[in-house]
Nanobody, 124 residues
């Protein structure tokens, strides 16, 4: 079993930055691909970014490419999402997810474990 705990969400003005963290425990962190998704009420969970087990492969949604960066720190069993140039449309609950494969999936149904989410609100 894998436990994921997100932190770092909050309220920020448009153009600002936030860094989300996801602490992973319960299994060998280095064997899991990790992803970030987001969701707003009455909409499906949306892919944001993913990183493979080694950290050498990353994928981003077109809407965040060039603004968000996903990274992982194996020593800390933590994955991060650095979010810059935030826009009001980035407002959502952000979820961290872990996959038992080595690759970096971009669809939510490929992930095996999920955190409870952290709220990000961007004011205009």
């Amino acid at each position: 079993q894998v436990q994921l705990v997100e932190s770092g969400g909050g309220l920020v003005q448009a153009g600002g930055s936030l860094k989300l963290s996801c602490a992973v425990s319960g299994r060998t962190f280095n064997t899991h691909a990790m992803g970030w998704f987001r969701q707003v009420p009455e909409k499906e969970r949306e892919f944001v970014a993913a990183i493979d087990w080694s950290g050498g492969v990353t994928h981003y949604a077109d809407s965040v490419k060039g603004r968000f960066t996903i990274s992982r720190d194996s020593a800390k069993n933590t994955v991060y999402l650095q979010m810059n140039s935030l826009k009001p449309e980035d407002t959502a609950v952000y979820y961290c997810a872990a996959d038992s494969s080595y690759a970096a999936p971009v669809t939510f149904d490929e992930y095996d474990w999920w955190g409870l989410g952290t709220q990000v609100t961007v004011s205009s």
